[in-house]
């Protein structure tokens, strides 16, 4: 059974930091993509930030400088470090793995909550 279980969300004031967390379980970690999305009330949900099997990485515009993505392959684990954190940054976070060879999957999602 596949599962990717998010961890780390919370509430922070604007300008802080919060490290969120995706274990994953049931898949060859190491050969997935894997990326981080968000979803704000109202909105669309979005790519945040992506990492390549080997470990090329991409974000969205808003949060390049401020938020950096990696992952161990040995913990089957990838990570968000956000920093100089924004109300306009708040919304549920998802972890997504996907593969060209296999099924893609998200996790349940965390709630990230950035006050003024």
């Known amino acids: 059974q596949v599962q990717l279980v998010e961890s780390g969300g919370g509430l922070v004031q604007a300008g802080g930091s919060l490290r969120l967390s995706c274990a994953a379980s049931g898949i060859i970690f190491s050969i997935y993509t894997m990326g981080w999305y968000r979803q704000a009330p109202g909105k669309q949900r979005e790519l945040v930030a992506s990492?390549?099997?080997?470990?090329?990485?991409n974000y969205a515009d808003s949060v390049k400088g401020r938020f950096a993505i990696s992952r161990d392959n040995a913990k089957n684990t990838v990570y968000l470090q956000m920093n100089s954190l924004k109300p306009e940054d708040t919304a549920v976070y998802y972890c997504?793995?996907?593969?060209?060879?296999?099924?893609?999957?998200w996790g349940q999602g965390t709630q990230v909550t950035v006050s003024s």
């Open positions: 997504k793995g996907w593969s060209s060879l296999y099924n893609d999957y």
């Open positions: 990492i390549t099997s080997r470990s090329s990485t």
